[in-house]
């Protein structure tokens, strides 16, 4: 099994920045890729990035391209989501999935294609 612990949300104002890590640990060489979610209250869960793990090509949402980066750290098994230029929308628990499963880059943009998700960590937007 994988585990994933998330870290780093937080209350940042419109235009500001946040960074998010999540940190694999148990059978870390066997997670193919790792993705970001994020859920709204009354929203369904919506795909906001991914990383393959071995190659490291990155994916994101239409709406936060430009925005967000998803970095690495290949000696930490951390995957990170780096957001920029934060906007009241952004405004969700965000959660980190693991897949240990390859999947298409279309696939990894949904939900039902991860395996193990992390506990989740809210980030506020404020106006």
């Known amino acids: 099994q994988v585990q994933l612990t998330e870290s780093g949300g937080g209350l940042v104002q419109t235009g500001g920045s946040l960074g998010l890590s999540c940190a694999a640990s148990?059978?870390?060489?066997?997670?193919?890729?790792m993705g970001w979610f994020r859920q709204a209250p009354g929203n369904e869960r919506e795909f906001v990035a991914a990383i393959r793990w071995n190659s490291g090509r990155t994916y994101l949402a239409d709406s936060v391209k430009g925005r967000f980066t998803i970095p690495r750290d290949n000696a930490k098994n951390t995957a990170y989501l780096q957001m920029n230029s934060l906007k009241p929308e952004d405004t969700a628990v965000y959660y980190c999935?693991?897949?240990?499963?390859?999947?298409?880059?279309?696939?990894?943009?949904?939900?039902?294609?991860?395996?193990?998700w992390g506990q989740g960590t809210q980030v506020t937007v404020s106006s």
């Open positions: 999935a693991g897949t240990e499963i390859y999947y298409s880059g279309d696939n990894l943009r949904r939900v039902v294609s991860y395996d193990t």
């Open positions: 148990g059978r870390t060489f066997s997670v193919n890729a």
